[in-house]
């Protein structure tokens, strides 16, 4: 049998960010934050039954918030467009396709 759970674990621009618990009925678990779609933490258990965390993550979605790395992020903060399609990255820039507009999606 799933499971599904959520509840509240941040606020960011005054919008509240969830964390979302999917579960199975063979003791398995994935825990993502609705910033980012953050995979906070995998839980299965090991050979002798032990329920063990396999993700590095935080403990505290302020640390999501503030990492340069975006540190488990399923989804990159460039996801819903780059405008004047081109990105710096360590004092280069990256040229792209404009598809659309003067953007790139």
């Not at 467009?81 to 953007?103: A, M, R």
């Amino acid at each position: 049998m799933s499971k599904i759970e959520s509840k509240v674990i941040g606020t960011m621009n005054e919008q509240a960010i969830h964390l979302i618990r999917l579960g199975n009925n063979k003791n398995m678990s994935i825990d993502i934050a609705s910033y980012g779609a953050a995979i906070k933490s995998i839980y299965v258990p090991d050979d002798s039954g032990k329920i063990e965390n396999i993700i590095l993550g935080y403990d505290k979605i302020e640390d999501y918030m503030s990492d340069k790395k975006v540190l488990g992020a399923t989804i990159k903060p460039y996801d819903n467009g780059i405008s004047n399609v081109s990105f710096v990255i360590d004092e280069n820039t990256y040229s792209l396709d404009n598809n659309h507009g003067f953007n790139c999606n």
